[in-house]
């Protein structure tokens, strides 16, 4: 996963971001690799080079969201890191270049928990359908409430289930936007929260 605070998530979605620089000991992503970034999708990493502080020009620092060189250095200074570690022009930074590859999984309507009565019965209705042959739904709901981002073999476990069917029904749940997946594991959507709210 790599991690953006929400105010670069609108470049990164746009392509106007598609550049960071991380204060790493080593690298944490490499090339070509696709990564979660809640709740905006996957990320791709294109290229990762290591470079000096000083070598960071103003272009760098607009690519990476900033209006200045200046603005980018104050992030990065400010943070957190080891004391000995003082952002000074001699300092190794990884310099990462990414793009927005997509939504992934993530379903659209799960970020959306403005719901209306009409829309709390059409949820209801729909896992009505799908408790026909046997109810699974509210408990699977409650169990990743209960237990978010943990494996979904293990939530099998805790469920009595086998894994595979496990993960077809929580996608059924995916795709009327009230879980979320994760590289480990799911949560429940801000769309499902205001759900169960209701319930």
Request: charged fraction near 30%; include cysteine.
């Amino acid at each position: 996963m790599l991690l953006f605070t929400k105010r670069f998530h609108a470049g990164l979605v746009d392509g106007s971001v598609t550049v960071t620089f991380r204060r790493w000991d080593k690298p944490h992503v490499k090339v070509g690799g696709r990564y979660r970034c809640h709740p905006i999708g996957v990320l791709e990493v294109e290229a990762i080079e290591q470079v000096k502080v000083r070598a960071i020009a103003a272009d760098d620092a607009r690519r990476a969201g900033f209006a200045t060189r200046a603005e980018l250095l104050a992030f990065m200074a400010a943070a957190p890191k080891r004391e000995e570690a003082k952002l000074t022009p001699a300092t190794l930074v990884y310099k990462v270049t990414l793009r927005h590859g997509g939504d992934g999984d993530r379903v659209e309507i799960a970020l959306d928990d403005a719901l209306t009565a009409e829309d709390v019965t059409a949820l209801r209705g729909k896992l009505a359908k799908m408790d026909a042959k046997g109810p699974w739904t509210k408990a699977t709901l409650a169990l990743i409430a209960k237990h978010p981002r943990v494996a979904a073999s293990k939530l099998a476990a805790m469920a009595g289930r086998e894994t595979a069917p496990f993960k077809v029904d929580v996608r059924r749940l995916k795709k009327l936007g009230l879980t979320q997946s994760f590289e480990v594991g799911y949560e429940i959507s801000p769309r499902g929260r205001a759900f169960l709210g209701w319930r």
